[in-house]
């Protein structure tokens, strides 16, 4: 699995609209493209000109697709429209997964 996660930076007083406008994006996303677990842009709770982004991906196969996909590139566009003013977005390979709690019910950093 890849996550994408990350913050692009947008004039605070353009942000709402910005986020009201890709809500079809992230659903065509979630709903279109096959090996899309999760695709969330999101206003940040603490800082106005922020929005967090995280993506969940099946695969690099299927994330090279959204790279390609309208989907992605209206996405894009939207930001560039909105007046993103930069971005600090990485990807990450994933090499396991576990619970966060375990069977006791306790959060546990652990892989185990």
Not at 15 to 38: I, K, N, V, W, Y
Not at 60 to 83: I, K, Q, V
């Amino acid at each position: 699995m890849i996550i994408i996660a990350g913050t692009i930076t947008i004039p605070a007083e353009k942000r709402a609209a910005c986020l009201e406008a890709s809500a079809p994006l992230q659903l065509a996303t979630r709903r279109d493209e096959p090996g899309c677990l999760a695709y969330i842009f999101s206003a940040d709770p603490i800082e106005a000109d922020q929005i967090k982004v995280y993506e969940l991906w099946e695969d690099a196969a299927t994330l090279e697709a959204h790279f390609l996909h309208p989907n992605y590139t209206d996405m894009r566009t939207l930001l560039g429209r909105s007046g993103s003013t930069g971005a600090d977005v990485h990807k990450y390979r994933i090499d396991a997964v576990a619970p966060v709690y375990n069977a006791q019910r306790v959060a546990t950093a652990s892989f185990d």
